[in-house]
């Protein structure tokens, strides 16, 4: 029995998140009868490969890890290339990978990072430390000690009785705070995350988290910082719930809204699209609302990429039609 116990206050907000999502993982249960098309499935990993290789600095824009996949030649640095071809191959073996297994960790970093560093496929070999510029926030614990924290993580979560959703959020702060590998560790502690959910629910398998972290990465990297600071993970796992319920959310609304085109338009439904509907939800909402809430700031390209193809595909209607310029314009979707 493991005595390995990760410091962590339950708050009421986690409660309540595990609760809606919990509601929007039934929700798209049966919206999807328990079934994810494989388009929707390539289409997320694709998402998920870029959205968690751009938090590591890689510049690759999704169209080119798209054709990478595909086996198309690709202008770009040689190492951001191979990291998009280690990233595919890491989670093409999910289904099969064991996030319970030490051997299966370390097989997976090994695909991650082959051809990147030196140390892939093992555990680090000396001292690492997390910096913010020339500043150190984080110094990981020593070298030797990593695969005994890494075997009594493991063993926790096995027997924690915890919810799913908050044991897999504190297991990912955990890793990042051991730091097991020379480099890679947050690609590896976000996938980790992703099977962990993935074994409790499959739908995980598929769900670009990732995305929603890129976008709140300042966030993340700060609840990292606040969790080290105060000794305990509770802020950090109320944000990945936040994040995951975000995630699931926009999963649900793209399925809607592949229901309300027909399947030949289904791969022209612009990712832009589903990102501003999953933003409206149920409500109405001025245009600068809806940029806040996707972080965006530059008018022109909401109108170009995310506003006008929503209206011209009839999925969201102005609440003052013949004074589109009003100030006192809104936004809703509407139901068909």
Not at 57 to 86: C, F, H, S, W, Y
Not at 210 to 239: H, M, P, T, W
Not at 308 to 332: F, G, H, M, V, W
């Amino acid at each position: 029995m493991s005595t390995y116990k990760p410091p962590l206050i339950i708050t009421d907000e986690m409660t309540v998140l595990v609760s809606e999502i919990s509601e929007e993982v039934g929700r798209i249960s049966v919206l999807q009868e328990g079934h994810i098309t494989p388009h929707l499935r390539r289409k997320n990993r694709l998402r998920t490969i870029h959205s968690s290789l751009a938090i590591e600095n890689n510049t690759l824009t999704i169209d080119q890890v798209t054709a990478i996949i595909d086996g198309k030649r690709v202008l770009g640095n040689p190492n951001e290339i191979r990291e998009v071809r280690n990233a595919y191959d890491a989670y093409e073996l999910m289904l099969e990978l064991d996030p319970l297994s030490v051997d299966d960790l370390l097989k997976a970093h090994g695909l991650m990072m082959a051809g990147l560093i030196p140390e892939n496929g093992i555990f680090r070999t000396s001292g690492v430390g997390v910096f913010n510029g020339q500043k150190v926030i984080h110094m990981a614990p020593p070298a030797e000690f990593v695969p005994g924290q890494i075997h009594d993580l493991i063993a926790w979560y096995s027997e924690s009785r915890l919810h799913p959703l908050i044991k897999s959020s504190v297991f990912h702060y955990e890793f990042e705070f051991i730091h097991p590998f020379a480099d890679g560790n947050g690609r590896m502690g976000r996938m980790w995350h992703t099977m962990l959910l993935g074994k409790w629910k499959e739908l995980f398998f598929w769900l670009p988290v990732e995305e929603l972290i890129q976008s709140r990465q300042k966030d993340y990297y700060e609840a990292f910082n606040q969790a080290d600071s105060v000794g305990e993970s509770s802020c950090f796992v109320s944000l990945m719930l936040e994040i995951i319920r975000d995630s699931l959310k926009e999963m649900s609304v793209a399925g809607s809204v592949t229901d309300q085109v027909s399947d030949q338009d289904t791969d022209q439904v612009d990712d832009s699209i589903k990102r501003l509907l999953a933003a409206i939800g149920e409500e109405t909402l001025a245009a600068s609302e809806i940029m806040k809430r996707l972080g965006l700031s530059h008018r022109p390209t909401f109108r170009k990429n995310y506003l006008d193809p929503a209206l011209e595909a009839n999925l969201i209607e102005r609440t003052i039609p013949d004074k589109p310029n009003s100030s006192k314009q809104r936004y809703r979707r509407i139901r068909h």
